[in-house]
Nanobody, 123 residues
């Protein structure tokens, strides 16, 4: 199994910044794509940004120019630097990782989610 633990959420004023972190652990053979999604009350979960193992990134239009996703492959960790935050960025942010897990002779694809971290942008 693969576990994801997020940290870094909180309350911030409009225009402020936050940095989210997500560390993956467990029987990890590889991590292909890591990403951040968010879900506001009454809305569906949506992609914010994702990054491949090779460092290729893509962003939601709402995140372009304000958010930066990065990863540390040695630490199995993905980050989301969020600048110029707006009230509409308020949501629960979820980390996602896809890859291959397993022991010495097993290869099991996984699609893991973290528990979510609350981001609130308000004055």
């Amino acid at each position: 199994q693969v576990q994801l633990v997020e940290s870094g959420g909180g309350l911030v004023q409009p225009g402020g910044s936050l940095r989210l972190s997500c560390a993956a652990s467990g029987s990890i053979r590889s991590i292909n794509t890591m990403g951040w999604y968010r879900q506001a009350p009454g809305n569906q979960r949506e992609l914010v940004a994702r990054i491949t193992g090779a460092g290729v990134t893509n962003y939601a239009d709402s995140a372009k120019g304000r958010f930066t996703i990065s990863r540390d492959n040695a630490k199995n960790t993905v980050y989301l630097q969020m600048n110029s935050l707006k009230p509409e960025d308020t949501a629960v942010y979820y980390c996602n990782a896809k890859g291959i897990s397993g022991g010495s002779t097993r290869y099991i694809p996984y699609d893991a989610w973290g528990q979510g971290t609350q981001v609130t942008v308000s004055s």
